[in-house]
């Protein structure tokens, strides 16, 4: 299993960042796919999942509105499309699986939000 998640960068506030994640080596269409962050001092806190069906869920308030789950099954993708950055969106973003498997984490991508 491989999770390898890109698009992370620098970017000032009011920005925008789209995270992909490709995934390989586990059935990509029938998995629901999290994505979770890592703030600096901070533990990791869940941020959105995408059931196979579709279905997504924001875990908190602070991102609801401003981010937007979405996956292509056909390339083994899912997306973050993330709008009107904050500081505090300042982290590490992982994607996973949900429930999450401990076995199954990629190196992250950063996303430093900065003016």
């Known amino acids: 299993v491989q999770l390898v998640e890109s698009g992370g960068g620098v970017v000032r506030p009011g920005g925008s960042l789209r995270l992909s994640c490709v995934a390989s080596?586990?059935?990509?269409?029938?998995?629901?796919i999290s994505w979770v962050r890592r703030a600096p001092g901070k533990g990791p806190e869940r941020v959105s999942r995408l059931s196979p069906s579709g279905g997504a869920t924001y875990s908190t308030n602070f991102v609801r509105g401003r981010f937007a789950i979405s996956r292509d099954n056909a390339k083994n993708t899912a997306f973050l499309q993330m709008n009107s950055l904050k500081p505090e969106d300042t982290a590490v973003y992982y994607c996973n699986l949900f429930p999450v498997r401990p076995d199954y984490w990629g190196q992250g991508t950063q996303v430093t939000v900065s003016s």
């Open positions: 080596g586990f059935d990509f269409k029938s998995a629901t």
